[in-house]
């Protein structure tokens, strides 16, 4: 059974940094591209990162935390995360960590985990 | 401002059924057949309903349907059921260096 079980989510001053981590079980992690998407409260999903399977050399961001999150990956830990820096008070959201299911280069998010909450106010 | 434009909110009855519009660009949904509908009740994950336009995972009724027409994809739900009554995200790869946008959401409610 696919598992995705977030973490680290936290009440954060604005300025600050956090880093979230999703710990995936039930598949060969390696194998696939992996992404966050967020939900800030009461509002729709929102596209955050992803990053390729393998060592994981191809990362993408939205334009809204482009050069203030960093995704990365440790296979050896089964273990998706994100570096988030210069918190702001719109980045305040539900994390979901998701998993892609790609066939002939056409993805879609196959498995999504429960989310993890970050708030970010003083 | 989402990439992707869908009806806030839509509505019908037990049995009816329903198309949700999701209408985007040449970059996005017009461009590729990589649209894919995620249904979220409260509270919980998002759940894919439909992938590459139009194909159902193993374990989706086949009530729910996809299509598309040039930068508009339509997610059809037949036999509506009071456990229809989600939300309804469409999502789409971009040529744009972000890869994968979605659209603001259509809350359904079976009346």
């Known amino acids: 059974e696919v598992q995705l079980l977030e973490s680290g989510g936290a009440l954060v001053q604005p300025g600050g940094s956090l880093r979230l981590s999703c710990a995936a079980s039930?598949?060969?992690?390696?194998?696939?591209?992996m992404a966050w998407v967020r939900q800030a409260p009461g509002k729709g999903l929102e596209w955050v990162s992803g990053i390729s399977g393998g060592g994981g050399s191809s990362t993408y961001y939205a334009d809204s935390v482009k050069g203030r999150f960093t995704i990365s990956r440790d296979n050896s830990r089964n273990s998706l995360y994100v570096q988030m820096k210069s918190l702001r008070a719109e980045d305040t959201a539900v994390y979901y960590c998701a998993k892609f299911a790609c066939t002939g280069g056409v993805c879609h998010f196959d498995y999504w985990g429960q989310g993890t909450l970050v708030t970010v106010s003083s | 401002q989402s990439a992707l434009t869908q009806p806030a909110s839509a509505s019908g009855s037990p049995g009816q059924s329903i198309t949700i519009s999701c209408t985007g660009s040449s970059s996005d949904v017009g461009g590729y057949n990589y649209v894919s509908w995620y249904q979220q009740h409260p509270g919980k994950a998002p759940k894919v309903m439909i992938y590459?336009?139009?194909n159902r995972p193993s374990g989706v009724s086949y009530r729910f349907s996809g299509s598309k027409s040039g930068n508009t994809a339509s997610l059809t739900i037949s036999g509506l059921q009071a456990e229809d009554e989600a939300d309804y995200y469409c999502s789409s790869y971009t040529s744009t260096s972000t890869l994968v946008v979605f659209g603001g959401g259509t809350k359904l409610t079976v009346l």
């Open positions: 039930g598949f060969t992690f390696t194998t696939y591209a």
């Open positions: 590459e336009v139009s």
